[in-house]
């Protein structure tokens, strides 16, 4: 658990926790990584307008977060018109990112930007 002003991150995530539901305890809940922490207060405790936002910001579904990203990028492999995709940031921040690409006939590629 990690805390900034009023609110409670995931030390795992860094995901905003939420506060469990129909618990009198004080007591946090994280869905990314499924854990359970136990605070000394509740986070209602600590008006924040971020907190009060997030539910617009922040409704995933579990159909959601296994969703891959996809785009007009043609397998070198199989010769399919669309992968999937994912960026990382593994170089200096003044140089671009690193793409890599999967195929769904298992072939995978790397690009710098």
């Known amino acids: 658990m990690s805390a900034i002003g009023s609110l409670i991150f995931c030390t795992d995530c860094g995901n905003l926790l939420r506060e469990s539901t129909g618990s009198p305890d004080a007591i946090l809940e994280c869905d990314i990584p499924p854990q359970t922490i136990i605070s000394e207060s509740k986070p209602n405790a600590f008006p924040s307008a971020l907190r009060a936002?997030?539910?617009?910001?922040?409704?995933?579904?579990?159909?959601?977060?296994?969703?891959?990203?996809?785009?007009?990028?043609?397998?070198?492999?199989?010769?399919?018109?669309?992968m999937f995709f994912t960026t990382a940031q593994l170089r200096s921040a003044d140089e671009g990112t690193t793409v890599f690409y999967r195929c769904v006939c298992g072939y995978k590629e790397t690009v710098n930007n």
């Open 53 to 82: 936002k997030r539910s617009a910001l922040q409704t995933l579904t579990a159909a959601d977060r296994t969703m891959e990203a996809v785009t007009q990028h043609t397998c070198a492999e199989c010769g399919r018109k669309e």
